[in-house]
Nanobody, 127 residues
Framework: QVELVESGGTSVQTGGSLRLSCAFS????????MAWFRQPPGKEREGVAR????????KYAGFVEGRFTISKDKAENTLSLQMNDLKPEDTGMYFC????????????????????WGQGTQVTVSS
């Protein structure tokens, strides 16, 4: 059974940086494409970034392009999200998700297409 555990969320000021991590266990890390989603207060969950199973291909939502970087550390079985130039609108609960597929292109930003989820880590950006 795949288990995902996020960490790294905290409160930061506008313009600051954070690095979120998601520890993966329970299966072969390099056979799962993965993604970061977030849920702003009072809003629906939205896709932020996704990455292929091998880590060779990544895709970003337009509102984070150029500021966030998703990566997979195959030695540590860890998914990361480096977030720079944070804005108040980046505030929300951040979740990592996994899908047993080489690519998440078909799943895209549809939460129901991802079978495994972490419990989330809170990011708060103050102005």
């Amino acid at each position: 059974q795949v288990e995902l555990v996020e960490s790294g969320g905290t409160s930061v000021q506008t313009g600051g940086s954070l690095r979120l991590s998601c520890a993966f266990s329970g299966d072969i890390f390099t056979t799962y494409c993965m993604a970061w989603f977030r849920q702003p207060p009072g809003k629906e969950r939205e896709g932020v970034a996704r990455i292929s199973a091998t880590g060779g291909s990544a895709k970003y939502a337009g509102f984070v392009e150029g500021r966030f970087t998703i990566s997979k550390d195959k030695a540590e079985n860890t998914l990361s999200l480096q977030m720079n130039d944070l804005k108040p609108e980046d505030t929300g609960m951040y979740f990592c998700a996994a899908r047993a597929s080489l690519s998440c292109q078909t799943a895209s930003w549809t939460p129901a297409m991802y079978a495994y989820w972490g419990q989330g880590t809170q990011v708060t950006v103050s102005s």
